[in-house]
Structures are given as structure tokens and as C-alpha cells.
């Protein structure tokens, strides 16, 4: 007969998994692309939980707590995956050998080159700021945030294909504020 705790424990777990699973697969989905990978992260969430304390305020900040788990999880894996690059490594599943790579095909993320990028994503933008609304919203969220465009279609209530257009408006625009053709 199973005790009082272990009881309690999969009651905690059951009511977890409940209320926070979707959630956290969602938040990892969005951030690693990658389903298989999201799982884990949304179960290694959940044992980071279950072995901690909780949140000194109490109960109120629940929410709060689990994805400030979750987001300092995805800050150890960038910085594990960083350190493997850096190193000239790429680390394989469980059990396989970790590949190595040569240095000259491994890119450094060299705080110049992050400037760069910031300045030039923040100029794009800017450019953007020329467009209707619409227009603008729809191609940050398919080129930056990464959204389907079906899914973009679904949001606006809009068909596929007026979708592609709004794209195609602000990537001509763009080009052409580049001197493109």
C-alpha cells in the first residue's frame, strides 16, 4: 500500500503536469524548434520542481516560479552549447562520441558581431515602421518570431495567401530601401 507521501507526490506531479505542461511545451517549442527537445526540457522543469523548495512568496507566484525554472534551464543549455562550440564540439545524443568540428567552420558570437546584428535588426524594423500595420505584424511574426504562416492565416482570419503577400510587401520593401531590386 502505497504511503501518504508518495500519494501526495503523485498527486503534486499529477496536478503539475495538468496545469503547466502545454504551457512550458509551448515555451520550448519556441525557442528550440524542436519537439523532442522541448519534451525533455518541459520533464527536466518538472524534476527541478518537484527536488526544490518553491517559491518563498507562496503560492501566489506558482506561475512566475516555474518559468523562471524554465528560462534559467534554457540559459544553462545555451551556455552548455556555447561552451561545446567554443570548444569545437557538438554534443551527440546519449552515448554517442561528441563531434568535433574545425575551428574555421564554428562561428564565434563575438560581442561586435551581436552589436551588429542588433543594429541591423533594429534598422529593419525602422524600415518597417513604412508599412501598414498589418503588413508589418504579419512579417515579424513569420520571419522573426517564426510563426507558420497558416497559423499567421488562422490569427488574422485571412487566407494563406493574402498571408504571403504582406510578407512579400515588406520583403520588397526592405530590399528596395536597401538599393535591392
Known sequence: MPSAESLDLSALRATMDA??????????????KNRAEA???????FVRL??????ADGINCVEAFVFRVATNLLIDRSRLL????????????????????PRDLVEDREPERVLLGQESLIEVLRLLEGLGERTRDIFVS????????????????????????????????????????
Open 19 to 32: 496545469r503547466f505542461r502545454l504551457p512550458l511545451m509551448s515555451f520550448f517549442l519556441r525557442r528550440t
Open 39 to 45: 519534451e525533455d526540457l518541459t520533464q527536466e522543469v
Open 50 to 55: 518537484i527536488s526544490s523548495p518553491g517559491p
Open 82 to 101: 556555447s561552451r561545446s562550440l567554443r570548444c569545437g564540439f557538438l554534443p551527440g545524443k546519449k552515448g554517442d562520441q561528441a563531434r568535433q568540428f
Open 142 to 181: 513569420c520571419r522573426l518570431e517564426n510563426i507558420k504562416q497558416r497559423d499567421i492565416a488562422v490569427l488574422y482570419g485571412i487566407g494563406h495567401s493574402t498571408v504571403e503577400k504582406h510578407v512579400m510587401k515588406a520583403a520588397r520593401h526592405i530590399a528596395t530601401c536597401y538599393g535591392g531590386a
